[in-house]
């Protein structure tokens, strides 16, 4: 559903109201969107094809496909409006937090009962999304309970048809940002987005949100407390993707933040560089799975990346918003 943007405060100086947001829209749709998920279309036909080809768990192309499309996934993944909120495919192609533990028991589900579902994609497309998606992907291909677990024929049949649910889905959002892109990128009083401002607090949202969920939940979960860290809860850590999501996300919200603040050089500055310390603190961290957040001195690394993800959301909310016309009294997470 589309976010309603006119129920949030927005506060619109004369500065803002005078600036031509259109270039803005422009850039971040032309260069940062719709080359995102051209990127992904691409990389999970490949997976599909990997999987038709070899679907043995094991199999070196199947997991390199696997991680390739997945990288490209996340780098899309802040991008939590329009096509993606279409029949549900960001949770059918991502469904984490997995809070009930959902994902296992949909897979033991379709195996243990050989759900022919599997046969067709308009049936599998039907199925929980807590059996779809990369994640279900995930624990098929690295978690021994399920690359073990009933009948070989089947767990292929299985593979194979989650890798072309994720194509099927990934392709028809990349389909479908043709028509999108021109609602963002031309807002009028009939359309979608009624004017520029609404428009391009949509990408703000998209960014906020996107350091929140990476500070907030990608390392939050899985720190837990001091006295109760929580590495299983890390996201993808079967397959040691773990921290790479961190890094991968805020690659990419640091190109987003860079075209939504390129008529202000100082705010642009002080982003990239509160990013670019982020980004050199989780590359140096060298714990793919965060299993380092059972130790103290584990734990207070991954803190102290959390805290310059925080320092960003500070730049953005303080001195990105206010500019672009966003006030204070925004809320990330208001209405969906």
């Given amino acids: 559903m589309r976010i309603l943007i006119a129920a949030v405060a927005v506060a619109l100086p004369f500065s803002a109201l005078a600036q031509d947001r259109g270039p803005i829209l422009s850039d971040v749709v032309e260069r940062h969107i719709i080359p995102g998920f051209a990127s992904l279309a691409d990389a999970t036909g490949a997976l599909t094809q990997a999987a038709q080809t070899d679907c043995s768990p094991n199999s070196p192309d199947l997991r390199a496909a696997y991680h390739t499309a997945f990288d490209d996934w996340i780098s899309v993944s802040h991008l939590r409006f329009g096509p993606t909120e ?53 624990q098929m291909l690295f978690d021994p309970k399920f690359s073990d677990q009933g009948n070989e024929g089947y767990r292929c049949a299985l593979i194979r048809a989650i890798t072309t649910d994720i194509d099927d889905n990934a392709r028809a959002i990349n389909a479908d940002w043709g028509d999108y892109a021109t609602a963002l990128i031309q807002p009028g009083d009939n359309a979608l987005y009624r004017s520029d401002d609404e428009a391009l607090q949509e990408l703000y949202k998209a960014l906020v949100t996107g350091l929140e969920f990476t500070g907030d939940t990608r390392l939050g979960r899985p720190m837990g407390t001091f006295d109760r860290p929580r590495p299983n809860r890390a996201e993808a850590r079967r397959s040691d993707r773990s921290l790479r999501h961190v890094e991968l996300s805020l690659i990419a919200l640091r190109d987003l933040s860079a075209r939504l603040s390129v008529d202000h050089p100082e705010i642009a500055d002080d982003l990239d560089s509160a990013f670019d310390k982020a980004i050199i603190r989780a590359q140096s961290l060298n714990d793919p799975a965060l299993a380092g957040v059972a130790t103290p001195r584990g734990r207070i690394r991954v ?12 730049i953005a909310s303080t001195k990105l918003g206010p500019t672009l016309g966003i006030n204070a009294g925004f809320n990330s997470l208001d209405g969906d």
Wanted: hydrophobic share 45%; proline share 5%; charged share 25%.
């Fill in 86 to 138: 279409v029949d549900d495919r960001a949770f059918a192609l991502a469904f984490w937090p997995d809070t009930k533990g959902f994902t296992p028991k949909a897979l033991s589900g379709l195996i243990s009962n050989e759900d022919a579902a599997v046969e067709s994609p308009e049936e599998f497309a039907e199925t929980s999304v807590a059996g779809r998606g990369f994640f279900a992907l995930e």
């Fill in 303 to 314: 803190e102290a990346l959390q805290q310059a993800i925080n320092d960003i959301r500070t």
